[in-house]
């Protein structure tokens, strides 16, 4: 029997993108994570696990060499949701397979890939389970099977769901992975999980092939941050879950308490962290249980960093589809849930309270509420929003389906609400749900009309709403720059569903800069560095503020230097939100640093030698 001290591991993540759950860098998921440590717990020297992402074997072919050596080789992801990525690339299904052909040693496969796989990680897919030419594949918990497999001497293992007890020890165990992501420290965000399954049955969605919800303590999930924190992690977010307002309660009634010590132990065993997010929040919790919800979200917006997102499963505002698909919320319910997430989380640091001249109104003078929107809101992001998810190709969609969801979009619009943002997506079918039965036919049938409607709500919705949310003058803190396009750099911050983020000229990739945002499009926007200096502004930086063209521009550079920025004459630009003159110290409101307090100030680019 082989001795778990002995053996060689390699652990390939493959990325995974499910309904409550995510995985693509600059992301990483608990499933190496819980591996790794699971690996350990059984007996294997942390020493001799060896871990890389899918983009590390492709940048440097020699790396499969730690594939081929090793005495157990785990591949971990899958994909049961369509997306565009930027900061990785999911592994396509050849790419498993000839990584199970690479290895010599005994090889499993694990992670959502168990659901199924289609041609390709796209939208209006059919998929089929598939061993991929794998020895195992782990058709419960890839973790568990990993650590059984190893205790076994790799002859094999029974499938099977691991328990939170065993969570406890692997999510702490197997923390040491992050250090050998490619993005660690500065651009690595730890997917956190609370509870795993759900409630409900919507027919197209995996999350209830978990089972009913199984919640952690909220003392194991801070132990977990504890121990990345160590590790040098500073970016968090707590998406695997199905909906966070359940936290600590019967799967569906609020826990404001349970939250409270959620989020008050994650800061306080990492003060210093940088991103606190979150991604799923169920709207018919909002609509069932109203005032627990409301203090719920409370706690969350009190303690979270600014730019949070709580993604609400609408999936369609069509009744027929709501009725065929057993979809849990009508539109005008989704409608009230979005009013309440705007109402306790849509304020922005630096607004001022209720009671003081400028704030929006409520009961509690003391307290920030949203919406804030306008020229007196403060200039950053709003401290959570919700979001909106729509989904097509499901039973009994029809033309007027498309209708119904343009009309529930606008009435957020119209009523002066924010969301941040929308993501329209064509249906996966995978096997156990109840979409396995009508495939992905009504999607392919639909294609032509689902391109056109996608086109019409990026114009008519998210274009004015992201002028909403980020208007001109919005600061970013710690924008990290990912590739140049086209005379641009390119970068976002960490967090939920960040903003692509441009900004003029090709600037040094893997470090970051605040940035003022001067445009937008539809899911992106522009900016220059913040504050940007007017004595040393390149004429593209100063014609990216609104009202500054290249004659003016001209004015600017041929009038330098200048002792403040008030002595700019820029005619009818403002440029107070966005420049300074020299090497000037501008306080960020409420920038996140040392817990949630403000930190240090922001200062020009010339000036930090950036």
């Keep these: 029997m082989t001795d778990p001290a002995d053996l060689s591991v390699t652990v390939v993540d493959g990325y995974v993108d499910e309904p409550a759950h995510f995985g693509v860098p600059p992301y990483v998921s608990t499933y190496p994570r ?46 049961t949701v369509p997306g565009s990525y930027v900061g990785g690339t999911p ?3 050849d790419e498993v397979r000839e990584l199970g052909w690479t290895a010599d040693g005994v090889t499993l496969l694990g992670g959502p890939v168990r659901f199924g796989v289609g041609e390709e990680n796209a939208g209006a897919q059919e998929t089929e389970r598939d061993d991929l030419d794998y020895d195992f594949v782990a058709k419960g918990d890839v973790e568990a099977a990993a650590h059984d497999l190893v205790a076994n001497g790799l002859e094999g293992f029974n499938d099977r769901m691991r328990d939170n007890d065993e969570v406890d020890r692997w999510a702490a165990k197997g923390a ?39 919640f952690r303590e909220a003392r194991s ?30 799967g569906e009634a609020p826990n404001p308490d349970a939250l409270r010590e959620l989020y008050g132990g994650i800061r306080e065993v990492a003060p210093d962290l940088e991103t606190l997010h979150l991604d799923n929040m169920n709207p018919v919790t909002i609509t069932d249980y109203p005032e627990a919800s409301r203090e719920a979200i409370r706690v969350i917006a009190e303690h979270n960093t600014p730019g949070d997102t709580a993604a609400f499963g609408l999936e369609s505002a069509d009744p027929v589809v709501q009725e065929e698909n057993n979809l849990l919320v009508t539109a005008e319910e989704c409608l009230e849930a979005v009013r309440v997430v705007n109402e306790e989380g849509g304020w922005r640091p630096g607004d001022p309270t209720a009671g003081e001249p400028g704030g929006v109104e409520g009961p509690d003078p003391d307290r920030r509420y949203g919406p804030s929107t306008g020229p007196d809101a403060s200039p950053r992001l709003p401290k959570l929003l919700p979001g909106i998810n729509l989904v097509h190709g499901l039973a009994g969609e029809r033309p007027e389906t498309y209708e119904h969801n343009k009309r529930f979009l606008q009435s957020v619009y119209d009523e002066g609400l924010m969301l941040r943002r929308i993501n329209v997506r064509q249906v996966m079918a995978f096997a156990g749900t109840e979409m396995a039965e009508t495939g992905a036919e009504i999607a392919k049938e639909h294609r032509d009309r689902f391109q056109a409607y996608k086109r019409e709500v990026r114009e008519t919705i998210d274009n004015p ?5 980020v208007p001109p003058g919005t600061v970013l803190p710690d924008v990290h720059l990912e590739y140049h396009q086209d005379g641009k750099t390119f970068g976002r911050q960490l967090g939920t569903y960040a903003l692509l983020v441009a900004v003029p000229g090709e600037r040094e990739l893997g470090t970051a800069i605040d940035v003022a945002v001067t445009d937008h499009g539809y899911r992106s926007v522009t900016g220059v560095p913040y504050p940007l200096d007017v004595n040393a502004a390149s004429m593209d930086e100063l014609t990216a503020i609104p009202g500054i063209n290249r004659n003016t521009a001209g004015d600017v550079v041929v009038g330098r230097p200048y002792e403040t920025v008030d002595a700019v004459d820029a005619g009818v630009a403002d440029l107070s939100r966005f420049a300074v003159a020299g090497d000037t110290r501008v306080p960020i409101p409420g920038r996140e640093r040392a817990g949630s307090g403000p930190g240090p100030d922001a200062r020009s680019p010339l000036g930090r030698g950036d």
Excluded at 176 to 198: A, K, Q, W
Excluded at 223 to 249: C, M, N, T, W, Y
Excluded at 465 to 469: E, Q
């Design 34 to 79: 819980y591996t790794a440590g699971a690996l350990v717990d059984a007996g294997v020297p942390e020493g001799q696990i060896t871990y890389h992402t899918i983009d590390e074997l492709r940048d440097d072919r020699n790396k499969r060499a730690d594939v081929a050596d090793a005495d157990l080789f785990v591949y971990v992801g899958g994909m």
């Design 91 to 93: 592994a396509e299904p």
């Design 176 to 214: 040491f992975v992050v250090e050998h992501h490619p993005n660690h420290p500065d651009y690595l965000i730890c997917e956190m999980e609370t509870s795993r399954g759900c409630a409900y049955r919507c027919s197209f969605c995996t999350e209830p092939l978990y089972g009913n919800p199984s």
């Design 221 to 250: 999930v801070v132990d977990e941050v504890d121990a990345l924190s160590e590790r040098g992690v500073k970016h968090f977010r707590l998406g695997r879950q199905a909906d966070i307002l359940a936290f600590g309660g019967d």
């Design 465 to 469: 709403m992201l002028d909403r949310v």
